[in-house]
């Protein structure tokens, strides 16, 4: 998945399920969480504040970021796997 940068993080999702946090800056990795057992495709959108992030196993979190992690602000089993990308438009979000 591609990487979402806001202000000087990078917020990424790795094959392991993990969501993490890099400073763009340093490189440093500041925080990792996990979400699911894998992910390789869909990558995260970041409006309103928060991170939409899809999992392959169909795994949808909306998260607020925080300075040591995430809070899930929702979670939702999807039907089928998430391997594109969420998109805005219009003030809704389109899995």
């Keep these: 998945s591609s990487p979402v940068l806001v202000g000087n993080l990078l917020y990424q999702t790795d094959k392991t399920g993990h969501l993490c946090c890099v400073n763009a800056d ?3 990795v500041l925080w990792k969480q996990k979400l699911a057992p894998d ?3 869909a990558s995260p959108l970041y409006a309103d504040g928060k991170l939409y ?3 392959q196993n169909g795994l949808f979190y909306i998260l607020k970021p925080t300075a040591t992690g995430v809070q899930t602000i929702a979670k939702v089993q ?3 796997r998430c391997i594109g990308a ?3 438009y219009n003030g809704k979000v389109y899995v």
Excluded: I
């Design 86 to 88: 969420p998109s805005v």
């Design 26 to 28: 340093t490189g440093k």
């Design 53 to 55: 992030v899809p999992m």
């Design 39 to 41: 992910q390789l495709h």
């Design 78 to 80: 999807l039907a089928g």
